[in-house]
């Protein structure tokens, strides 16, 4: 059963385009693999970024580490965009994102998984 599975996506009508020759298909079929770099940046510079937040102390398992750990991205990444080659492109995310770790969380964790009772000021 399994082969004959196999067998019915691997006939060449269902996997080549008749237009294309072999080594254009292949071609073809390679760029559709292959990611953007900009995706691989950003990968890379979530997973910077997710390691700055965990060494800072906040576990994966915190409800406010996806909150930390996203706005930490957002704001590397504007930080980044500002740069004029990719050149040392990653030692600059690590530094970008250990620079702004501390700030971020302790502003997350103070506003919105921490609420302070603020107290309202009136004027007589």
């Given at each position: 059963v399994f082969f004959y599975f196999l067998s019915q996506f691997s006939s060449p009508?269902?996997?080549?385009?008749?237009?294309?020759?072999?080594?254009?298909?292949?071609?073809k079929d390679a760029r559709q693999r292959r990611v953007k770099r900009s995706e691989r940046h950003k990968r890379r510079l979530r997973v910077i970024v997710e390691h700055c937040v965990v060494s800072y102390g906040l576990v994966k398992e915190h409800p406010c580490f996806s909150k930390c750990s996203e706005r930490l991205f957002k704001l590397s990444k504007s930080f980044l965009e500002d740069l004029k080659t990719s050149h040392n492109?990653?030692?600059?995310?690590?530094?970008?994102?250990?620079?702004?770790?501390?700030?971020?969380?302790?502003?997350?964790?103070?506003?919105?998984?921490?609420?302070l009772k603020v107290n309202k000021i009136t004027t007589n």
């Open positions: 009508d269902v996997l080549c385009d008749p237009s294309l020759s072999a080594s254009q298909q292949k071609l492109l990653t030692s600059e995310m690590k530094s970008v994102a250990k620079n702004n770790v501390k700030q971020v969380v302790q502003s997350e964790l103070k506003n919105s998984c921490l609420p």
